[in-house]
């Protein structure tokens, strides 16, 4: 019987080792694993941070957007208003004109009619 128990025996210690082999594999697979799970959170990270850089950067251009939009509403607002006053005053200057040129007439006519 002893060449049985030394078969048997000598089985056992190929499965030992084919155990001890697939552990460091695994171990081998592990480490992989967790490397990768590092990588994949540092990614996620700086695509979060990019993320809100983004955003932020967004937010400025719109910002910078809306002031120029006003910037350019405020001028439009106070070039129309000059244009306005220009308008009233040349009107104003048109009657005093024609009020003038009236008057002149009428001093013309009263000087001709001595």
């Known amino acids: ?39 994949i959170r540092r990614i996620r990270s700086v ?3 990019n993320d809100k850089k983004n955003v932020h950067m967004k937010e400025e251009h719109q910002t910078e957007l809306t002031r120029q939009k006003k910037a350019y509403s405020d001028l439009e607002r106070t070039f129309n208003t000059q244009v306005s006053e220009l ?21 013309r006519r009263a000087l001709t009619n001595k």
């Not at 056992?12 to 590092?38: C, D, G, K, N, P």
């Not at 308008?87 to 003038?100: A, D, F, P």
């Open 87 to 107: 308008k009233l005053q040349l009107s104003s200057q048109q009657e005093n004109y024609e009020t003038l040129l009236q008057n002149f007439s009428e001093l």
């Open 47 to 49: 695509k979060i941070e």
């Open 1 to 39: 019987g002893g060449n049985t128990s030394f078969k048997l025996l000598e089985a056992l210690q190929f499965i030992l080792v084919q155990f001890s082999r697939q552990e460091t594999s695994l171990e081998t697979l592990r480490m992989q694993l967790q490397t990768a799970t590092e990588d």
